[in-house]
Structures are given as C-alpha cells and as structure tokens.
C-alpha cells in the first residue's frame, strides 16, 4: 500500500483535545506521524485537505444490519456501505438477529462475515439472555471470549428484575458492559408514539415518559447493589437523563446514549401518521428534546449513537399502529449531530468525543484517537458543507430515514480504515 | 338544493374544515332530513356513479346508514366487509386500496380498527374518501349527525354547554365531537373516570371532570358514549356494576343537568351499563333515535357536497 499524506488538514482528537491546523500520514494502514508538517516519504500519494477536518474514523455503538434474518432490509455489505459513506469506521451490531447472537458460533460467524468485507470493522453485541427471552443467562464469559463488546437484549427491556439482578452481578465479576433498553414494558406494551397530546389527538397508544425512567431508576438500584457496569442506551427523556446524572455523580458506573434524531427531532414529526417517525424510544416532547441536549452538553450523555434500524417499504406503509420501529441513521449521524455544534451549544471536539472515543473505550475498542501507531481509521470531513438528504442520495439498502429533505451542514469527504479508502465523497 | 362548493375532496375528520364549512354540510344536511320524510326520497343526483362502502371493521348502523344514504341519491352502492378476507390472505391496506381505485368508485367510504388508515388509504386513490370512522382517531359525520341534531332541537350550538361521558379514550365518535363543538362556539366538558380520560385531552381545550354529578352541572346536551366489554379486562374499570354506579345516566345524574337538556348516544347502546334504559326511552329527553335519522340526512349531504365538482366536469 503507497502511504499516504493528508495535508492541510484541521486535525481533530478529542482524547487528547488536539485540534490545529496540520498533516497525517499514513503508512502500512497505520497513523505513521502527524504534527505541523510531516517528512514525506518517497511515492506518497497526498490528499489536499483544504482546510478541512481529519478525526478518528467515528464509532457507532448501536447498529441493526440485518444479518442474519432480514436481509432484505439491510446486509452487512449494504450498512457497511452506508457507514463508511457517515464517516463510521466501526460498529457495534444489535444481538437481535434471526437467530439472535446468544452463542458464540453465531457472534464467530456474524464477525466473520463481517471481516470479509474488508471495510468497516463490526463488533457484535451478545444476547444477555438466551434467546432474547429475558429469563435465563445467556453464556457471557464464553461470549466475551468470543469477541462480544457488551451484553443487551436489543429492543427489549431485560424486565424480570430477579435475571437483571443476577445479569448484572454475574457480569460484575467479568467486568462486562450490560446495555439496557430503557422501558418498563407493562406500561409501554402496545403503545406506538410518545404519551401526551399529540397521541390523544391522533388517537394512538402513547408510550409514557416515565416508563423510561421506571426502567433506568429500578436498574440502578440493583447496579448500586452489584457494582456492574451499566449503560442505558438510547435515552429520551429528562427524568431518565436526571437519574443517570444523580447516578453518575454518586459515583456509579453508569454511562448512557442518545441518537441523532432525539438529539434533533420531537414527538411533532408523527402528525400526519409519518411512520417514518415511529421510533424506539418515541421522539418525545420538546421538553425531553430540550434535556437530551443538555445532558450531552453536561456530560451526562456519554455517548450518540445512530441505532440504525433499517425497514423495508411494506414495513412502513401501513397504519402508524402496524407499521414497525425505526429509522436508519449510521449515514447521517455526523451532520445530524454537528448541528449542535453549527448552534454553538457544543465544541466540535466535545461532540467528536461522543461519536470516537467515549463509545470506543466502553466498548474497549483499540479505536477513537489520533495515535502514532494507531490502526489508520480516519474521518476526513468538511463541517461547512451544506447538503440536503434524500432517500435516493442514500447508500444503505433500507430508506427509512427521518430526515428526508432535510438540510444539514456537514459532508463527510472520505473515510479510511487500517488504510484502505472505504469511502470517498464526489460531487 | 344550496349551491354551494366544498373544497375539500375528501371527508377525513372534523380537523382541517373550517366552521363555515361545516355549517355549509349542516344547511345542505337540513334539506335532506325534509326530503327524507316525504313518501318519494330518491333523488338522481349521484346517477351512474359508484359508492363502495368498505368495512375493514363490522358495523350494522353506520353502514346501513351510507347505503341508505347512497341509493337515495341514485348512486350504485356497493358493499365490501374486508374483514378476515383480504387481510388474512396478507393484502395489505395500499394494495387493497389500489385494487379497489382500479375499478373506478367515484366514492370509498372507509372504516378501519387503525387510527390513520383511512388518510393512508385516501392518498392511494383517485375519488374521494369518506372516513367512517378510524380507530380511535376521527368519526366525522357521526359529529355531524351529532351537531344537526342538536341545532335542531336546540336551534344553535354556539353557547351550549356540551357533557361528554364515558369512555372518551378510546372513542373516535369524542375526538370529532369535540372538535366539531369546539370549532362551532359550544363548551365541551368530558367525564369519566380518570383510566378512560387522559388528561391530554384538557389541551383540545375542554373541561375535565371525574366527579359526573359536578360535570353535568346545568349541561344542555349529554352526550354519553358506549362503553366496550374489552375495556373490562384491560383493567380500566373493575366492573359493569362500579361503572354503572358512577358514570351510568341515570334520573339522578341527570338531574344536575339543565331541566331542558338532552340526551344523546352514538349507539349501539348497552343498556344498564352506561345507560339506564327509562332514560334512554324518555322521548322528550333522548334525541337517540333523532340522531339515526339525522344520520342519513348528513350522510347524504356528504355525498352530494364531495361529489359536487364530479359532477359538474361531467
């Protein structure tokens, strides 16, 4: 492989708060120097920057790809695809499969798979339960062997909260990450939009705020009693978002995530039954919208992750009641998220943490810095760039996107992994 | 007839009409009641056009009551019940609407269990659409059957205070009455117990109230709603007897109402359940069974105003 030098570019690393004007170069799929100028060495092939901005390549830490089982929604190749095309260099894949990742030959075989595309490293999750079923263990020490990043059961709350309590200290011990989907079930089965006024008026079953909080504050009290490491993931409301802080500063190990589309939309985009905006969680009141920004802005929110949830067509075109869950998003994380950013309620770096090197080290990813040495996974993007998304201009195989016809700023230009240009933006 | 022109091409909900346009509907509705009382009630305005009235949910009134409606304006009405048919076979709404659209209705009158569906279906096709009632979302012309009724016996809406009772959750006939009264001037209070009334529904900007007694305190109209046997086991109320006791309409609960105020129900009623039955009978009291026939009536007035630019490019 010819190395490679970026010039002229913003170099960006939140994990040491690095952000000047400078050069990276890039040698046997590794980070061989950086600084003000580099010596380049002979055949090198240069990439002009101008200007604009080279980060660790981004890290999404709660992708749905579809494989196995639903690949007609999304494959491997395809969400791949899509995000390199974000600027993503790794991610982690939900458990939640046909079948579901709850045996180390089905993570060995999804990683492998994965491996074989040669692009956008996969890291998948594992079931905490066999089955997906919330009632017995899923075998996590020979999981994590395998190569599992951290514990879920995906959509569903872990409910039973005897298994939680147990999931979580026998995970203590191996010091596991266990990943939580906030929702107290009893209270949020069949409901399909936030609780409130928008539901009555539509006359769809909301889905409570506090059933989230209900969820986050009962965990919490069996990680008091454990000592696991405890992530909630796609936190949508300020109750919950309030809990984790009181936690976090009682000094429990607690972190948590939210997505582009809490960070940016609320419970309004659903008028006109838009199930292009059914999502799990809801998108909530402006109110919760508001919190999901200040807990990113605090700290409180560790993490944005896309929860990329790809659906076909005929899983969308139906009533808002039967239609499905989700919204894809890998794609559109970064421009989505630099609005906070483009508002100035974040500094770049301060959001680049939450898309690098905050999800990397929960995960304990060797990704998320600028490092000599480094495996070359990069982001090179211009934060400026405006640009409208449209289904069509989309390179993941589903098109479920909630922000069709938006207009975002922020244009992902090229992504590298160990090296290899995985994705580069034309005009 | 009124000449009028209606701009709407479809009947989705009382949302989104102005309150001139609803009064437009009432006015033609009016003329319809006259007609429907003569011996000789059939027009040939809708003459060689087509009515599919398409049940996706079982139904007996509302869909005797547009069929009636459409053959008394000359239209071919035709009848489809989708129930277990279509839907079992895995057809999904779009395509059933799609099929239908091919055979070139002039009409679809849609009820569906899912809030939204029928505003789905309508965008798929080319005639006009008239929402018969979506999940717990909107059942338009059962509002305006409503309203017709009322300004009848009352001569307005605009002043009336308006109690609505029962299970206002779950009830699509509620939204649109709400609306509609809102829309026209009236005060709407909703009563019920606090399982079946979401306090949400005090930003349509009505009064809610748990305590029946204090909710139908000098009311001219009671509007009581039916309330279903699954809602039984869902836990929202313990039993028939309990609910009966606290929200059934009975000569004492009535009594905090105005001396004149009048009774209505959407039907099918359970007697004894939300209801007590000599109340229900009270001729001078109940306007339920003036409701049916005002059903017609504005059913009528729907096909005529939604039909109306149709007819004259033909």
Request: hydrophobic share 45%.
């Amino acid at each position: 492989m010819r190395p490679l030098l970026f010039t002229a570019v913003r170099l960006l690393d939140p994990a040491t708060g690095l952000d000047a004007p400078g050069e990276l170069l890039v040698q046997q799929g590794r980070i061989a120097a950086f600084g003000p100028s580099v010596d380049r060495p002979d055949g090198v092939e240069i990439v002009a920057g101008e200007g604009a901005c080279l980060c660790p390549g981004l890290v999404d830490m709660r992708v749905h790809f579809g494989e196995p089982g639903t690949e007609h929604k999304e494959r491997l190749a395809s969400g791949i695809r899509a995000a390199a095309a974000g600027g993503v260099t790794s991610v982690a894949v939900l458990p939640n499969t046909r079948p579901p990742i709850d045996d180390p030959a089905m993570l060995e075989f999804v990683a492998r798979r994965a491996r074989q595309l040669k692009s956008v490293k996969v890291y998948p999750y594992a079931a905490l339960t066999k089955g997906l079923e919330g009632r017995e263990l899923a075998e996590l020490a020979l999981l994590k062997e395998a190569g599992a990043v951290a514990f879920t059961d995906a959509e569903q709350a872990l409910a039973d909260a005897r298994v939680m309590q147990r999931a979580l200290a026998y995970a203590s011990a191996l010091d596991l990450l266990v990943v939580q989907h906030p929702e107290e079930p009893s209270l949020a089965s069949g409901g399909v939009v936030n609780e409130g006024a928008i539901a009555v008026r539509l006359g769809l079953r909301g889905i409570p705020a506090i059933a989230e909080v209900m969820m986050v504050e009962r965990d919490l009290h069996l990680v008091r009693a454990t000592g696991a490491r405890y992530h909630v993931a796609h936190i949508s409301t300020r109750a919950a978002i309030d809990a984790v802080r009181r936690a976090k500063a009682e000094g429990l190990r607690v972190t948590c995530e939210t997505t582009p589309h809490h960070l940016a939309l609320n419970e309004l985009e659903v008028e006109g039954y838009r199930t292009f905006a059914k999502v799990s969680p809801p998108l909530r009141a402006e109110a919760d919208r508001e919190a999901v920004v200040e807990g990113l802005v605090d700290g409180t929110i560790d993490v944005i992750a896309s929860d990329h949830s790809p659906q076909d067509q005929d899983s969308k075109r139906l009533p808002m009641a039967q239609a499905e869950f989700g919204v894809i998003g890998v794609e559109t994380m970064l421009p989505v998220s630099l609005r906070l950013v483009h508002e100035g309620q974040m500094s770049l770096l301060d959001l680049l943490r939450k898309l690098t090197v905050a999800p990397a080290d929960l995960l304990g990813l060797e990704a998320g810095r600028l490092a000599q040495g480094a495996a070359a996974d990069l982001t090179l993007f211009d934060a400026e760039r405006p640009w409208k998304i449209t289904e069509a201009g989309l390179s993941s195989l589903a098109k479920n996107t909630a922000f069709e016809g938006r207009l975002v700023q922020g244009r992902v230009l090229l992504t590298m992994v160990d090296g290899r240009v995985v994705h580069r933006f034309t005009a | 007839m009124i000449d009028l022109t209606f701009r709407q091409k479809h009947l989705l909900g009382i949302e989104g009409l102005q309150p001139w346009e609803i009064a437009d509907l009432l006015d033609c509705a009016d003329r319809y009641v006259d007609l429907n009382r003569r011996p000789a009630k059939k027009l040939q305005l809708l003459d060689g056009l087509t009515q599919i009235n398409l049940f996706f949910e079982s139904s007996t009134r509302t869909l005797t009551s547009f069929e009636l409606a459409g053959k008394r304006l000359g239209a071919d009405v035709v009848n489809m019940a989708v129930q277990g048919s279509s839907i079992k076979k895995g057809e999904t709404l779009i395509d059933t609407a799609m099929t239908l659209n091919a055979m070139r209705p002039d009409v679809l009158v849609v009820r569906h269990q899912d809030s939204g569906a029928v505003s789905l279906l309508a965008r798929h096709v080319n005639c006009s659409v008239i929402n018969a009632g979506d999940g717990s979302h909107e059942h338009p012309t059962q509002a305006l059957l409503d309203a017709l009724t009322i300004r009848r016996r009352k001569g307005r809406l605009e002043g009336l205070t308006v109690a609505i009772c029962g299970d206002v959750r779950h009830s699509r006939v509620a939204r649109s009455n709400i609306l509609l009264l809102l829309a026209m001037g009236a005060s709407v209070r909703l009563i019920g117990p606090p399982t079946l009334l979401p306090r949400a529904f005090s930003t349509f900007g009505c009064e809610l109230f748990t305590d029946m007694a204090k909710g139908l305190q000098g009311c001219d109209i009671v509007m009581m709603l039916r309330l279903q046997n699954e809602r039984m086991q869902g836990s929202y109320v313990p039993s028939v007897r309990e609910y009966f006791h606290l929200y059934g309409l009975t000569r004492e609960k009535l009594a905090h109402a105005a001396p004149d105020a009048l009774i209505m129900h959407p039907g099918p009623m359970n007697r004894g359940v939300e209801i007590d039955g000599v109340i229900a009978d009270d001729i001078d009291r109940s306007a339920i069974l003036d409701q049916v026939e005002m059903g017609v009536a504005v059913r009528m007035a729907c096909l005529d105003l939604l039909t109306r630019d149709w007819r004259a490019a033909a």
